[in-house]
């Protein structure tokens, strides 16, 4: 079974640093494109970070230039957001996602599978 698993999401206090992981059961993640989504209560789904199959190719949602890092590790089948300088606006659930055709894209249309998500909460 074909699975995406997010980790890593918390409480943190404004300026904090959290590192999301995202791990891949099932299927090796390394032909996949992966993506970072996050949804707030009452806001649509939007794109944070994408990284393509190999790494070489990243993208960062303007709010987040900067602040956040994507990275991925295929020996481990991981990959990982580290945030930093969070901020309260950065507070929602943290999805990730796997693109086979590897476009990298912030469209969630592009992407095939789907993890549960985590809550990163940024308050003091």
């Known amino acids: 079974q074909l699975q995406l698993v997010e980790s890593g999401g918390g409480l943190v206090q404004p300026g904090g640093s959290l590192r999301l992981s995202c791990a891949a059961s099932g299927f090796t993640l390394n032909l996949y494109a992966i993506g970072w989504f996050r949804q707030a209560p009452g806001k649509e789904r939007e794109g944070v970070s994408v990284i393509s199959r190999s790494g070489s190719k990243t993208n960062y949602a303007d709010s987040v230039k900067g602040r956040f890092t994507i990275s991925r590790d295929n020996a481990k089948n991981t990959v990982y957001l580290q945030m930093s300088g969070l901020k309260p606006e950065d507070t929602a659930v943290y999805y990730c996602?796997?693109?086979?055709?590897?476009?990298?894209?912030?469209?969630?249309?592009?992407?095939?599978?789907w993890g549960q998500g985590t809550q990163v909460t940024v308050s003091s």
């Open positions: 996602a796997a693109d086979s055709a590897n476009m990298a894209t912030m469209r969630t249309y592009t992407y095939d599978y």
